[in-house]
C-alpha cells in the first residue's frame, strides 16, 4: 500500500540553525510533493512545490529537494527563528487528490 | 479576497444525531476537498470534486458520510448518526488546479 512517512514527530533546533525535515514515500510516482506549514488551530498553508524533474526550488529561507530514485524529499529552513515552529507536512498528489503525511512538529528554541 | 470559509467553526452534537458542516471556496476555484484531521494526526483525505465530473469518494469512511457541491461552488458534508469517533477537525480546501491547495480554518467536530 502507499505510505509517506515525515522523519520524526517533532524536531527541536535552536534559533538561528538550518531545520532539516525528511519526507520519504513508498509505491508512489508523484508527479510532485508539496510542503504545507500547520499552526495549532488553523488549516495547512502551502509553502512550495516540486516537480518530479526539478532537484531543487527555493523560497527565501526555504529549500526543498526532491529525489524520485531515493524516494524522499528534504525541506530546509535556514536561519531558523521562533516564528517558523509550527507542523510542516508533506503531500503527495498520486491519483489527482493530495495525500498528507502526519508531519513533523518544529520548535525553534530562542 | 475572501479565502476558504467553513461554518460552523465549532460542532457539539449528540451521538446519533446528524450534522452538516459548510464550506465556501475561493471563487473560480474548481476543485474542492475535504479532509478529515484526528488530534495530533496528518490529514486524512475523504472527497473530492473537480468541475462537474463525478466526485472522488474513495476517501469517505463509511456510508454514514455524504458530500454535495451544489453549482460548482459551495460544499456540505453530511455526516448521519454521528459517533464518537467522528469527533475531529474538519477541513475544506479548494484549488484553481491540481496544485497548491488553499484551506479553511476548519470545523471542530465533537461528539458526546
Known amino acids: 500500500s502507499q505510505k509517506i512517512e515525515q522523519n520524526s514527530e517533532a524536531l527541536n533546533i535552536q534559533e538561528g540553525k538550518t531545520a532539516t525535515l525528511t519526507c520519504n514515500y513508498t509505491?508512489?510516482?508523484?508527479?510532485?510533493l508539496q510542503w504545507y506549514r500547520q499552526d495549532p488551530g488553523r488549516g495547512p498553508v502551502f509553502l512550495l512545490l516540486?516537480?518530479?524533474?526539478?532537484k531543487e526550488k527555493r523560497k527565501e529561507r526555504l529549500k526543498v529537494t526532491f529525489d524520485t530514485t531515493l524516494k524522499q524529499s528534504l525541506f530546509h529552513i535556514t536561519a531558523s527563528q521562533p516564528a517558523d515552529s509550527a507542523t510542516y507536512l508533506c503531500?503527495?498528489?498520486?491519483?489527482?487528490?493530495?495525500?498528507f503525511g502526519s508531519g513533523t512538529q518544529l520548535t525553534v528554541l530562542p | 479576497g475572501a479565502g476558504v470559509s467553513q461554518s460552523p467553526s465549532n460542532k457539539v452534537t449528540e451521538k446519533g444525531k446528524d450534522v452538516e458542516l459548510r464550506c465556501d471556496p475561493i471563487?473560480?476555484?474548481?476543485?474542492l476537498y475535504w479532509y478529515r484531521q484526528s488530534l495530533g494526526q496528518g490529514l486524512e483525505f475523504l472527497i473530492y470534486?473537480?468541475?462537474?465530473?463525478?466526485?472522488?469518494k474513495s476517501g469517505l469512511p463509511s456510508d454514514r458520510f455524504s458530500a454535495e457541491r451544489t453549482g460548482g461552488s459551495v460544499s456540505t458534508l453530511t455526516i448521519q448518526r454521528t459517533q464518537q469517533e467522528d469527533s475531529a477537525v474538519y477541513l475544506c480546501?479548494?484549488?484553481?488546479?491540481?496544485?497548491?491547495?488553499?484551506f479553511g480554518p476548519g470545523t471542530r467536530l465533537t461528539v458526546l
Open positions: 480546501a479548494s484549488s484553481w488546479t491540481q496544485n497548491e491547495q488553499f
Open positions: 509505491n508512489y510516482s508523484p508527479a510532485y
Open positions: 516540486i516537480r518530479e524533474n526539478e
Open positions: 503531500a503527495l498528489d498520486p491519483f489527482g487528490q493530495l495525500t
Open positions: 471563487s473560480g476555484h474548481t476543485a
Open positions: 470534486f473537480q468541475g462537474n465530473s463525478a466526485p472522488d
